[in-house]
């Protein structure tokens, strides 16, 4: 394993907050509300890295006082209030604010209550007109209103199964929040997802209503979805209510309720008040080994988790706007919308990331007023390659922070963001995952910004890179490990009555320690860098995806004997993925062959699942019980040399693995 450059050997910072910055950072003031009233250290006047090191020190040492300080300091409602701030710190099983009841979407819609703020936008929807339309709080609130009672009437109850396969726009977002509304359980699923990928899903949680678009417009093109739906419908015998939303003006199909007569007649919300635990929504995970994990997250804890990250650490309030480019399929778009928790205004963009041009998502930040925009790695990646020059050719004077996940953000892409956006930019290069619907570590909005690395672990998160032996390490890679319990982990996987998947999922390495799968540093300066996954998840444009939902398209074909697909994570910041076929006998990779393997996964998966680059092979390496060897590979692809990459006596042919070990040198990347 790499050592990290020791950080005194490191430049000093691309970027500082200015002492005004600071002073104004609601982290700045909530750290004083905290050391007054709950005994958290006080700051350290002129040195903020150190005040913010001491007062996430106190956040997981005092984990109680520190979460019981966050619900207070952001005014959390409680329908009834709560026994202890933490019953159980076990992990899993951790039992957050116990008797507590609250509703989640109150929350969201509270800002809405202030007269002086009903006709203040609460959403902002663009698509790829680029033109916002704006949704104000008064009618989120009614419409949000309209919904909930129209799925009271509909029979859905707490606990009750609620999905969407739509695009961003602004129905998801109330549908979404109608649902949490009357206690149900949310999920959704992207249109550009082929019916397969979303039964794969849906199916797993049953729901009893689904929200439905006709199609959509991507690349200027528009994508009919009345088939699948057809399908979806007929697969999901679950579903007693199909609402259709007409985004292409096609008549609702027979059976469905159109959306317009759902939320026609806007009515005040009514929040059924549910416990702390209960669950809020379901997000999937790739599958890489299998159906995708059905991940459950509660309305308390995601509500707390997300009101301490948009409003701590990305500094949010009433005065934002907050646009991060995501699908309904990612677990950024919930994080999004949370943004209304804070009373931001959300920005809700459905359409290509990179349409007419490559600068549309600079356009969307200038025309919609953004201040914290939020996008990918490889989208700034690709602006950088293409030219584009967003500081002097938009007008972004009111952006003050650009965010990014997916993957790490290369050194290239801060220095490109420092000189084509703006030189006073806070560079937030953020890492957490689907499984806590949130960050481990990214923005701190009173730290400076070194080139390459995060700024810090997040409050409440006892974030640590450990060895193979479960030692922590600091200036050196180690293993992602959180040692103590957040609120938003799971609280269960959907049909895993035994918890046995949710354990081997986080702790079968470490047990009672979450092991997320992502290697990292800890410099000794406190900041974080991110190396990339520690297993084979694919992770493609911030999107994870996985493997074995490939391996069941492409093996359909039968040219195809077997298959192998690797994400491999470049140095510059790309990411490459190819798929490996091991052909029948008789069978030729022509042209034909070609264009049926990538039509195949586009039609039954998502564009985003099409390789890059498909490439013939003797063979798959497997282990000794018949699994295919994906990790190995993906090391060797990246440059370890073979005897690092694999225990020789554990695989099932050597000389296969040999193969792509001199693939690796012919692409460049093979071992010293």
């Given at each position: 394993m790499n050592t990290a450059a020791h950080p005194d050997h490191l430049p000093g910072p691309l970027w500082q907050p200015g002492a005004d910055r600071i002073a104004r950072a609601q982290l700045t003031r909530f750290h004083a509300w905290a050391a007054e009233r709950h005994g958290a250290p006080a700051a350290l006047p002129g040195d903020p890295a150190a005040s913010y090191a001491?007062?996430?020190?106190?956040?997981?040492?005092?984990?109680?006082?520190?979460?019981?300080?966050?619900?207070e300091w952001f005014e959390v409602r409680f329908g009834t209030p709560y026994d202890t701030v933490l019953a159980d710190p076990a992990m899993p099983g951790a039992r957050w604010f116990p008797g507590a009841t609250l509703n989640y979407a109150e929350h969201a819609l509270r800002a809405g209550e202030d007269p002086a703020r009903a006709d203040d936008p609460a959403l902002l929807h663009v698509d790829e007109t680029h033109e916002p339309r704006p949704v104000t709080w008064a009618e989120l609130r009614a419409r949000v209103g309209a919904a909930a009672a129209a799925l009271r009437r509909l029979g859905v109850r707490p606990g009750d199964r609620v999905s969407g396969y739509l695009p961003n726009i602004p129905?998801?977002?109330?549908?979404?929040?109608?649902?949490?509304?009357?206690?149900?359980?949310?999920?959704?699923?992207?249109?550009?997802?082929?019916?397969?990928?979303?039964?794969?899903?849906?199916?797993?949680?049953?729901?009893?209503?689904?929200?439905?678009?006709?199609?959509?417009?991507?690349?200027?093109?528009?994508?009919?979805?009345?088939?699948?739906?057809?399908?979806?419908?007929?697969?999901?015998?679950?579903?007693r209510a199909v609402v259709h939303i007409p985004l292409l003006g096609t008549p609702a199909p027979e059976g469905a309720l159109a959306w317009d007569d759902l939320v026609r007649e806007g009515t005040e919300p009514v929040f059924e008040q549910v416990p702390f635990d209960h669950p809020l929504w379901v997000l999937y995970s790739s599958g890489t080994t299998g159906l995708p994990k059905a991940i459950v997250q509660s309305q308390g804890?995601?509500?707390?988790?997300?009101?301490?990250?948009?409003?701590?650490?990305?500094?949010?309030?009433?005065?934002?706007?907050?646009?991060?480019?995501?699908?309904?399929?990612?677990?950024?778009?919930?994080?999004?919308?949370?943004?209304?928790?804070?009373?931001?205004?959300?920005?809700?963009?459905?359409?290509?990331?990179?349409?007419?041009?490559?600068?549309?998502?600079?356009?969307?930040?200038e025309r919609t007023g953004t201040t914290l925009y939020g996008t990918s790695a490889a989208y700034v990646m690709?602006?950088?390659?293409?030219?584009?020059?967003?500081?002097?050719?938009?007008?972004?004077?009111?952006?003050?922070?650009?965010?990014?996940?997916?993957?790490?953000?290369?050194?290239?892409?801060?220095?490109?963001?420092?000189?084509?956006?703006?030189?006073?930019?806070?560079?937030?290069?953020?890492?957490?995952?689907?499984?806590?619907?949130?960050?481990?570590?990214g923005a701190v909005p009173t730290l400076p910004v070194h080139i390459g690395e995060l700024q810090a672990p997040g409050l409440g998160t006892d974030l640590q890179a450990w060895d193979p032996q479960g030692r922590p390490v600091t200036d050196e890679v180690g293993e992602l490990v959180v040692t103590r319990p957040m609120p938003s982990m799971?609280?269960?996987?959907?049909?895993?009555?035994?918890?046995?998947?949710?354990?081997?999922?986080?702790?079968?390495?470490?047990?009672?320690?979450?092991?997320?799968?992502?290697?990292?540093?800890?410099?000794?300066?406190?900041?974080?860098?991110?190396?990339?996954?520690?297993?084979?998840?694919?992770?493609?444009?911030?999107?994870?995806?996985?493997?074995?939902?490939?391996?069941?398209?492409?093996?359909?074909?039968?040219?195809?004997?077997?298959?192998?697909?690797i994400g491999v994570e470049q140095p510059d910041g790309g990411y490459w993925m190819p798929l490996f076929v091991h052909l029948a006998p008789?069978?030729?990779?022509?042209?034909?062959?070609?264009?049926?393997?990538?039509?195949?996964?586009?039609?039954?998966?998502?564009?985003?699942?099409?390789?890059?680059?498909?490439?013939?092979v003797p063979g798959v390496p497997h282990t000794l019980t018949g699994k295919r060897i994906e990790v190995p590979v993906k090391r060797l692809l990246q440059g370890t040399a073979l005897d690092k990459a694999v225990n020789p006596g554990s695989v099932d042919d050597l000389e296969l693995l040999r193969y792509y070990e001199r693939l690796a040198r012919t692409k460049g990347v093979a071992a010293d």
């Open positions: 001491a007062l996430h020190r106190w956040s997981v040492e005092e984990l109680e006082t520190f979460w019981q300080s966050v619900a129905q998801a977002a109330i549908a979404f929040l109608a649902t949490a509304a009357v206690g149900g359980v949310w999920t959704s699923c992207a249109p550009d997802f082929g019916a397969r990928s979303v039964l794969d899903r849906f199916q797993q949680v049953e729901p009893v209503v689904l929200f439905t678009v006709d199609g959509y417009s991507y690349g200027g093109k528009t994508h009919d979805r009345t088939e699948t739906v057809a399908e979806l419908r007929r697969e999901l015998p679950t579903v804890g995601i509500l707390l988790e997300h009101l301490k990250q948009l409003g701590l650490h990305s500094d949010l309030g009433p005065e934002d706007r907050f646009f991060w480019y995501t699908s309904t399929g990612w677990m950024m778009w919930n994080f999004l919308v949370s943004g209304l928790l804070v009373g931001a205004t959300v920005v809700l963009y459905d359409g290509s990331p990179g349409h007419p041009d490559t600068a549309a998502q600079w356009r969307i930040a690709a602006c950088r390659k293409a030219g584009v020059h967003p500081g002097r050719d938009f007008d972004l004077s009111r952006v003050k922070c650009v965010a990014t996940t997916g993957s790490p953000l290369p050194p290239d892409g801060f220095r490109w963001i420092h000189d084509e956006v703006a030189e006073d930019m806070w560079i937030a290069s953020v890492s957490g995952g689907t499984d806590v619907c949130s960050c481990f570590a799971p609280v269960r996987f959907w049909n895993d009555p035994d918890g046995s998947r949710y354990r081997d999922s986080y702790f079968e390495m470490f047990p009672g320690v979450w092991r997320h799968g992502d290697w990292i540093t800890l410099t000794s300066r406190g900041t974080v860098v991110i190396h990339g996954r520690s297993d084979s998840t694919l992770n493609r444009q911030g999107v994870r995806m996985g493997s074995a939902d490939i391996y069941e398209a492409v093996e359909r074909l039968p040219e195809i004997r077997e298959s192998l697909v008789g069978a030729t990779l022509d042209d034909e062959l070609l264009a049926r393997i990538k039509s195949t996964i586009r039609a039954e998966l998502s564009p985003r699942h099409v390789p890059d680059e498909v490439i013939e």
